[in-house]
C-alpha cells in the first residue's frame, strides 16, 4: 500500500510558475512510476506528465511540454511537477498517482492522491 500526498498548489498569475510535490508513504517508492494527472471544473481527469522508476525517462502531454518538468528524488519520497509560463487553462486539481509503468493512461497507476489545486489568473 503507498499513500500519497499533494502539495504545493495555489494562486498564482499568468506567466508564473508554481512546483508541486507528492511525497510517497509506504511501499518502496523507488520502485514505481510516478505520474501526473489533472481535472479541471467539468472536465475529464487529464494526463499531464510521467516518470519512469529510475526518473531516466519522462514523459508530458502535448499542452504542457517545454513548460511542466517532472523530476524525482527516490532518497526524499518524492516528485515534483515544476510548472513554469502557467496559463489559465492549467487551473485545474492536479493528482500525482504511483503505477507500474510511466503511461498516460489512468488504468496504468494503482495509487492516487487527494488532489491540489492550481488556479492561474488571467
Known amino acids: 500500500q503507498v499513500q500519497l500526498v499533494e502539495s504545493g498548489g495555489g494562486l498564482v498569475q499568468a506567466g508564473g510558475s508554481l512546483r508541486l510535490s507528492c511525497v510517497a508513504f509506504?511501499?518502496?517508492?523507488?520502485?514505481?512510476?510516478m505520474g501526473w494527472f489533472r481535472q479541471a471544473p467539468e472536465k475529464e481527469r487529464e494526463f499531464v506528465g510521467a516518470?519512469?522508476?529510475?526518473?531516466?525517462?519522462?514523459y508530458y502531454a502535448d499542452s504542457v511540454k517545454g513548460r511542466f518538468t517532472i523530476s524525482r528524488d527516490n532518497a526524499k519520497n518524492t516528485v515534483y511537477l515544476q510548472m513554469d509560463s502557467l496559463k489559465p487553462e492549467d487551473t485545474a486539481v492536479y493528482y500525482c498517482?504511483?503505477?507500474?509503468?510511466?503511461?498516460?493512461?489512468?488504468?496504468?497507476?494503482?495509487?492516487w492522491g487527494q488532489g491540489t489545486q492550481v488556479t492561474v489568473s488571467s
Open positions: 516518470i519512469s522508476w529510475s526518473g531516466g525517462s519522462t
Open positions: 498517482s504511483a503505477g507500474g509503468g510511466a503511461h498516460p493512461l489512468e488504468s496504468a497507476y494503482d495509487y
Open positions: 509506504g511501499r518502496a517508492f523507488s520502485s514505481y512510476a
